[in-house]
């Protein structure tokens, strides 16, 4: 079935550090690609999305973009702010998951941004 | 974009007694609705999906008599936990999907159980 594998946290940086979080995924067809992020006590809010192989996502400084060959969707932002602080998942939709819009998510990473 | 509200947002209760949590979508209407548990420093575990007048298609796993899913109406899903233990405390999440397929997330329950 599809999964998602990403990159094992804490990140802990600096304020305006570089930030990358891995992610790779396994999916039949071609999936939909999310990157979601939670504040502290909240639920889930989507950050960027990108629906087909080479589109770009981004929001809010952050980008993302779909690589086919790599089967990656990696996570960057070029200068990290505390207000950052959160946990990225990032997640597929795919056919094979049971429905077009099921998600599957990675693990989660805690990014941890510090003054 | 769309708002999906829980409620409560946290709840205690005692073990062996049984707590509902709502799920509504506020201004869409939510063909289907899903239900996620979020374990410390884990990601999401699907639960079940809903869709508006079916039962609920549970995961691998998770106990269907244990877990009772409604969705009533297409702005409104409950998740009962029956008989609840120490062992089903968690953080639970609902997300409501439109016809347009994108998930909006509700701002989870934290239930513990005593």
């Known amino acids: 079935g599809d999964s998602v594998t990403q990159m094992e946290g804490p990140v802990t940086l600096s304020e305006e550090a570089f930030l990358t979080i891995n992610c790779t995924y396994t999916?039949?067809?071609?999936?939909?690609l999310f990157w979601y992020v939670q504040y502290p006590g909240e639920g889930l809010q989507l950050l960027l999305k990108?629906?087909?192989?080479?589109d770009k996502g981004s929001n809010k400084g952050f980008e993302a973009t779909y690589r086919k060959e790599t089967t990656s969707f990696h996570l960057e932002k070029g200068s990290v702010q505390v207000s950052d602080s959160a946990v990225y998942f990032c997640?597929?939709?795919?056919?094979?998951?049971?429905?077009?819009?099921?998600?599957?998510f990675g693990s989660g990473t805690q990014l941890t941004v510090l003054p | 974009g769309a708002v999906v509200s829980q409620h409560p947002s946290r709840v205690i209760c005692k073990s062996g007694t049984s707590v509902k949590i709502e799920c509504r979508s506020l201004?869409?209407?939510?063909?289907?609705m899903f239900w996620y548990r979020q374990f410390p420093k884990k990601s999401l575990m699907l639960m079940a999906t809903?869709?508006?007048?079916?039962?609920?298609?549970?995961e691998q796993g998770v106990e269907k008599d244990k877990f009772l899913i409604n969705h009533a109406s297409l702005t409104l899903s409950t998740l009962t936990v029956t008989s609840a233990h120490p062992e089903d405390s968690s953080f639970y999440i609902c997300?409501?999907?439109?016809?347009?397929?994108?998930?909006?997330f509700g701002p989870g329950t934290r239930l513990t159980v005593l």
């Open positions: 997300s409501a999907s439109s016809q347009y397929n994108e998930q909006f």
């Open positions: 999916a039949t067809g071609y999936p939909s």
């Open positions: 990108a629906t087909k192989a080479d």
């Open positions: 997640a597929l939709t795919g056919i094979s998951s049971g429905s077009a819009r099921q998600l599957t």
């Open positions: 201004d869409f209407q939510a063909t289907t």
């Open positions: 809903s869709n508006e007048g079916s039962k609920a298609t549970y």
